[in-house]
């Protein structure tokens, strides 16, 4: 076939391309940020502005020839107009000059008559019309998704790991995830199923969970030993601090996540099953002994290479401030003096390293990736020069009690981590 897949540069929306692709259909994928089309196997990208295209005028062009509509387009946003444009505006339109095409609209459980935050009612907006439309449509409604490369999932898998945490309620809020790989089956298998009206169906998995029962499925499957403890928070409270956690979090967990987990996210799971002729994966098959290993490292990194960079940043600035006098300028002084710096360099010497400790730790805080490689490596340097310098000069520093220089050995492997962490290519 030839299929129409929006938000195919999306977690769900990638793994569907991928399936489609694998079964040998013509996908045409409007993306944001292609300026010109470029193919990719059996793959079409062409640029588009989804939240702009609000009329059915402007998706003509895209349908031609196509025989189904997969719209996979979602985001987590407190801006109500996007929410709008995106999950209701664009939809409609593009399922209005889809008409007599069939399509499969991926929209989330609990997008319904009863949707109380505005990412569910958009959603359940656009369903509504779809519903309303004459044709062959399906309304797949997901639980939570898991899988790699997915935002929540990777967010759930940091906290399965924490040894102490907050949790609303005590997390006894229910959920029924679904694995990645079942719901695009599920997907892949409605591109094909005989249908001629408008179908809704729940994708999710065959278990009842708490949030907390699991993250301790997660934290069982990533290989984590000891018990985590959880410590009840009013849902007052942390709906209080929600504006905090959303910006920590790209938006995951927000006012609005917490108002759809305190409702629960579960149905019945027999129609998805039926679809796929088997029952779906369950919380505890999510991860396999290979994929536990990578989750874990990624999980543990994600965790602590944002602490680890704040802390070097916080010794940078703890020694810039300290050089610009908490600590006796007569004693640094003489310090330099002792490693061979003139009386009248020497005070250039310590306000200026002092500046250079400054701007080292500004830097560390502001600068984004790959950018910080190459500050890893300034600072890198600079700590072995020192040392260098101290070791000829000052040896007797190697044997004081405190460690004031053995603590640079650590330091150089957590910055050689960070160099290493932020070398990948984007």
Not at 369 to 377: E, G, K, M, N, T
Request: charge should be positive.
């Amino acid at each position: 076939m030839k299929i129409l897949l929006t938000g195919a540069s999306g977690f769900i929306g990638r793994h569907i391309l991928a399936a489609l692709t694998a079964r040998g259909h013509d996908v045409v994928c409007p993306v944001r940020g292609v300026a010109v089309k470029t193919d990719i196997g059996r793959a079409s990208f062409v640029p588009a502005q989804f939240a702009h295209m609000t009329r059915p005028d402007d998706w003509l062009p895209w349908l031609h020839c196509v025989d189904c509509v997969i719209n996979a387009v979602g985001v987590f946003s407190a801006n109500t107009q996007e929410l709008d444009a995106v999950h209701t505006q664009a939809p409609r339109a593009l399922f209005e000059a889809a008409r007599g095409t069939r399509v499969i609209q991926i929209s989330a459980l609990g997008a319904d008559v009863q949707a109380d935050t505005a990412f569910l009612r958009t959603k359940a907006a656009a369903d509504e019309a779809l519903r309303r439309r004459a044709g062959t449509a399906f309304i797949v409604q997901p639980s939570l998704v898991y899988g790699p490369g997915g935002a929540s999932a990777a967010w759930f898998e940091r906290l399965a790991l924490m040894p102490v945490l907050l949790l609303p309620a005590g997390g006894q809020q229910l959920i029924q995830p679904v694995h990645i790989d079942d719901l695009v089956a599920g997907i892949v298998s409605l591109v094909d199923v005989p249908a001629d009206e408008s179908v809704t169906i729940a994708f999710c998995g065959p278990t009842r969970l708490s949030i907390r029962e699991y993250l301790q499925v997660l934290r069982d499957g990533l290989g984590s030993a000891g018990r985590q403890y959880v410590i009840p928070v009013s849902m007052a409270l942390c709906k209080a601090v929600a504006p905090i956690g959303e910006r920590v979090s790209g938006g995951l967990l927000s006012r609005d996540s917490l108002i759809m987990l305190e409702r629960g996210n579960v149905a019945d799971p027999q129609p998805f099953e039926r679809l796929l002729g088997r029952p779906a994966r369950a919380p505890e098959q999510f991860l396999g002994e290979h994929d536990s290993r990578a989750r874990h490292a990624q999980a543990v990194l994600a965790i602590t290479v944002p602490a680890l960079r704040f802390c070097i940043a916080l010794v940078w600035l703890w020694t810039a401030i300290v050089s610009f006098g908490l600590y006796p300028a007569k004693h640094s002084l003489a310090m330099l003096r002792e490693v061979g710096v003139s009386e009248v360099l020497a005070p250039i010497a310590l306000y200026g390293a002092a500046m250079l400790d400054l701007l080292l730790g500004v830097l560390t805080l502001s600068l984004s990736a790959p950018r910080r490689r190459w500050l890893w490596l300034a600072q890198i340097l600079l700590i072995v020069g020192y040392t260098l310098i101290i070791t000829v000069r000052l040896p007797e520093q190697w044997l004081h009690p405190f460690g004031p220089i053995s603590k640079n050995l650590p330091m150089l492997a957590a910055l050689v981590l960070l160099w290493f962490y932020d070398a990948r290519k984007r």
